[in-house]
């Protein structure tokens, strides 16, 4: 690794976070970061934003609050105040600089070596999360929930600390997406001595970016796997466009965010039909919500805390949505669909919802994937949404395109 390495060597004796956050034009990196205090439950999310303006608010410029902030208000927060580095995102490694050395790997050179993974096991099996997904579609067609996000798993065992994982991993995923938002946090360490698990990924969706008064979302909802043949990839994107379920779970994400940003806003522009936007695996229904804030404007956080989570990652109305997979995920979600960004002193941010990521502990990758489920919602077709989801990990893991051998483990 260069100087500029995704994981910054620690300094004996400090509190330490690790953080990276990077998007297409540029790679910000904390560590030695002063944590930030957190009170777990109910309200957590305003209370956050409250504390880290507070601690900004007593720091000098440079000085941001970067980190995690859980799916549910349950899961304890882990913000820190750091002095970021910061350096432009170049092909490969988001830390790259172009004359970083590269290790080759039997499976695809130029990329990093990581140990070989064993066969998943998805949580829960599929037929359960098929039967899952019916129990959810029923529940949007009988009573006032309008859509309810599921997720399932798929733990894969991986021989190497998730320190040295971690770094390869990121490598992987730049490689195959230059266009991701990549990122990856530690989190505390396990009681006896364990050390950290990493939470990584390549998320395509953008909460919000806060500039000064002005602040622009870019919600995703709807999805459709892509394909090598590009006859067959064109289709699969028209068919999506043209989905009256993918467009009705898509206008129940946008109407939502409209309703809660328009009483903050002076001008809220919100286009009437949605657009495609492409990952490497995957076409997805977006739209770019354009607004102007009242003065004083909201910082990043604020914002952060009232929309989230949104329903494009939770359902609507949302209460009705979090009690549902609550009692239907076996899983906890912790951070998956949560969100990964930063906030500065002046109140502007990025943050991105932690989707397309795994957790890494010890001896395990676990994946995470979801779909939206609606009324008109097919078990199967739901099935195969997150498996397509799950792609974008497995392609970095295994090095390779050729996913069968993991994926097959998933859908049995």
Known sequence: MSDHSTWPPTTPGRATTRWLLSTPGRTLTAHDGTPLPTTPGPGQFTRLARTAARHLAGHPDGTIVAGLVPFDEDTPAHLCLARPERWPRHSGHPTDSGNEPRHGSPTRPGLPHLPDAGPGVPEPPPDVYAALVEAARRATADGPLAKVVLARTLRIPVGAPPLDAAPALLFRLAAQDRRAHLFAATLPGHPGGAGPDVLIGATPETLL????????????????????????????????????????????????????????????????????????????????????????????????????????????????????????????????????????????????????????????????????????????????????????????????????RLSAESLR
């Not at 109407?255 to 657009?275: F, H, I, K, Q, W």
């Not at 109305?317 to 998956?336: F, G, H, M, N, Q």
């Open 209 to 404: 970016t806060r500039r000064g008064d002005t602040v622009v979302l870019h919600p995703l909802a709807g999805t459709a796997a892509r394909h090598r043949d590009p006859g067959r990839d064109r289709a699969a994107a028209r068919s999506l466009l043209g989905s009256a379920k993918d467009r009705h779970e898509h206008r129940l994400v946008v109407d939502a965010l409209r309703a809660r940003l328009a009483p903050l806003c002076s001008r809220l522009e919100v286009p009437p039909t949605p657009t495609l936007h492409a990952t490497t695996r995957l076409w997805h229904l977006g739209t770019v919500i354009r607004a102007r804030l009242h003065h004083p404007p909201p910082d990043a956080l604020t914002l952060a805390a009232l929309l989230h989570p949104t329903p494009a990652v939770c359902g609507t109305p949302t209460t009705y949505a979090r009690s549902l997979i609550r009692r239907l995920e076996p899983v906890p979600r912790d951070y998956y669909t949560g969100l990964v960004g930063w906030m500065d002193r002046a109140g502007d941010g990025h943050w991105v919802i932690a989707l397309r990521c795994g957790r890494l502990d010890a001896t395990h990758l676990r994946l995470y994937a979801g779909a939206g489920i609606v009324a008109q919602s097919d078990p199967a077709s739901e099935l195969a949404e997150t498996q397509a989801k799950f792609t974008t990990m497995l392609d970095a893991l295994t090095a390779t395109h050729d996913t069968a």
